[in-house]
């Protein structure tokens, strides 16, 4: 089994994965409603519409994980983007992947700090969510319909996260 290590998250450092969701990432401020409301505006695409697909919000309620968290397969969309946004003001872990000859190559893992959310990009590979501490609820932005849109693979060797 691997150690595998965890660093802070970060737009820059998320970038090939997708997009970080909070306010420093917005592509533009915006004063609306009469300047009583800030608009951070198009932080992230929602990309759901290949082969007829439509935009789903859900939320989920994830069980926290405790550590050591075994990292065994991944998962990836690949008819369309997925976001997280945490309801809850907690920590929770985010691994994703490159593509390598069609299965995850070695796995990279961040710590979310409260408040920041994620957008995966079309078919980027992903493990499935992973709460931490307690219970938590995340709204979840990816696409509804037709086709499959799951794609599951065993990692080459099991990772752990220590903590
Ligand atoms: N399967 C499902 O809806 N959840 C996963 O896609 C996930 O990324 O948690
Ligand atoms: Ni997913």
């Given at each position: 089994m691997w150690e595998l290590k965890t660093t802070p998250l970060s737009a820059d450092a998320f970038r090939p994965f997708g997009e970080v969701?909070?306010?420093?990432?917005?592509s533009e401020i915006r004063l609306i409603n009469k300047g009583t409301t800030t608009r951070f505006h198009?932080?992230?695409?929602?990309?759901?519409?290949?082969?007829g697909g439509h935009p789903l919000i859900s939320i989920f309620r994830g069980k926290p994980f405790d550590f050591p968290i075994r990292i065994e397969m991944m998962e990836r969309h690949p008819l369309g983007s997925q976001a997280f946004m945490p309801l809850s003001a907690r920590p929770y872990l985010i691994v994703v992947a490159h593509d390598e000859s069609g299965a995850p190559g070695e796995p990279v893992a961040f710590l979310a700090a409260p408040g920041q959310g994620i957008s995966y990009h079309r078919n980027v590979w992903h493990h499935p969510l992973l709460a931490l501490e307690e219970v938590s609820d995340f709204l979840v932005v990816d696409r509804g319909g037709k086709g499959d849109n799951l794609e599951e693979s065993d990692c080459a060797v099991i990772y752990e996260i220590v903590a």
């Open positions: 969701i909070e306010t420093d990432n917005a198009d932080i992230a695409p929602v990309d759901v519409s290949a082969e």
